[in-house]
Structure formats: structure tokens, C-alpha cells
């Protein structure tokens, strides 16, 4: 088994910046990918970053370029917006997915219990 366990979330004013940890333990031999995904309230979940334990990268459109996803899992987010509020969730994988299905749900099979994040504008 996997276990995964998100730090780092908090309050910022829109423009800041911070910086998410997910700590995995156990199995952790037997992953390949992390990702990390997000839900508002009254909003579905979406991916916002991912990686593979090759260091292939992929992000939402909406997070490219202000969000940086790396190889200890960490998910460092600048340039934050109103509209990324949300409870920020880490994933992990056991199987290793071609990229373009690094951001899709059913790729991951371990879950954390989240972190809030809430950007104020």
C-alpha cells in the first residue's frame, strides 16, 4: 500500500505564492506518476499537474507557466488567482501512463486527504 499525505496550504492574497508537499510512504517503489489535482466547491475535480518518475511533465492549461510540479512531489504554485481556491489534492500511480494520460483521474490509484488553498483577491 501507498500513503499520501499533503502539507503546505493555507491563505494568500492573490499574487502570492506557495508551495504544496505531498509525503508518500510505503510501496513507494511501486509508483510511477504523481499528480496532483484540485476541487472547488461545486465544482468537479481537475488535474492541475502531473509527473512521471522519468521527470515528463504535464499541466492544466489554466496553471501553465505559474505552477511547477517536481521530482520530491512538491507542488510550488506562484502568481496565485482567486480562481484557484480549491482543496488541492496528490495522487500517485502505479502504472507508468504515456503522457498524455498523466492528467486523467483514472490514471492514479492512490489518493491523499487534501490541503486547502484559499487565494483572496
Known amino acids: 500500500q501507498v500513503q499520501l499525505v499533503e502539507s503546505g496550504g493555507g491563505s494568500v492574497q492573490s499574487g502570492g505564492s506557495l508551495r504544496l508537499s505531498c509525503a508518500v510512504t510505503?510501496?513507494?517503489?511501486?509508483?510511477?506518476?504523481v499528480a496532483w489535482f484540485r476541487q472547488a466547491p461545486g465544482k468537479e475535480r481537475e488535474a492541475v499537474a502531473a509527473i512521471r518518475k522519468d521527470g515528463i511533465t504535464r499541466y492544466a492549461d489554466s496553471v501553465q507557466g505559474r505552477f511547477t510540479i517536481s521530482q520530491d512531489n512538491a507542488l510550488q504554485m506562484n502568481s496565485l488567482r482567486f480562481e484557484d481556491t480549491a482543496m488541492y489534492y496528490c495522487?500517485?500511480?502505479?502504472?507508468?501512463?504515456?503522457?498524455?494520460?498523466?492528467?486523467?483521474?483514472?490514471?492514479?490509484?492512490?489518493w491523499g486527504q487534501g490541503t486547502q488553498v484559499t487565494v483572496s483577491s
Open positions: 495522487a500517485a500511480g502505479r502504472a507508468c501512463p504515456v503522457p498524455s494520460s498523466l492528467l486523467v483521474q483514472t490514471t492514479y490509484d492512490y
Open positions: 510505503g510501496r513507494t517503489y511501486s509508483t510511477c506518476a
